[in-house]
């Protein structure tokens, strides 16, 4: 395993609850969900993180409806202190800056960020393990941006 001390993985776990109504609500999303086992979608986004960086190293944006479940969810995963609420919900590419400006004032310059969604379902998780930890690594040798994405095999 390579230096993984500069490694972030911010996960985003924010979201109104509507697309996968009437399951999920806007305070219980479908990462706040158990669908798949006995773990949320967020606590296995955790797990997965948690593999390829250090516990201190992951942060996890969520919004100010749902923090009391996301804490809950991940009590005895990470601290409080590293679950933050998004001061307004504005989507991705404002979460995306939130979590650089976070990471940077945390760790500078030469931090490498992950940004991961909460409410991924991934069944091979060595397979994607590797490749995370093979995307930081190239993304910080080459000062690179590098996008993960799953081959579609049917619609």
């Not at 091979?124 to 994405?149: C, H, K, P, W, Y």
Request: proline share 5%.
């Amino acid at each position: 395993m390579n230096d993984n001390s500069k490694f972030y993985a911010c996960i985003m776990a924010g979201g109104s609850g509507e697309r996968f109504w009437p399951m999920s609500r806007t305070q219980t999303p479908k990462h706040l969900l158990k669908l798949f086992s006995d773990r949320t979608l967020l606590e296995e986004t955790v797990q997965r993180a948690l593999a390829v960086v250090p516990a201190s190293n992951v942060l996890v944006l969520t919004n100010v409806a749902q923090l009391k479940g996301t804490q809950q969810a991940l009590a005895g995963l990470l601290p409080a202190a590293q679950i933050v609420a998004e001061p307004a919900k504005r989507d991705t590419a404002p979460a995306a800056a939130l979590a650089t400006a976070l990471v940077r004032a945390r760790a500078g310059e030469q931090a490498t960020l992950a940004l991961l969604p909460a409410d991924a379902f991934i069944a091979d998780v060595a397979t994607f393990g590797r490749q995370l930890e093979t995307a930081f690594v190239n993304a910080a040798t080459r000062g690179s941006l590098i996008t993960l994405g799953v081959k579609p095999d049917h619609a």
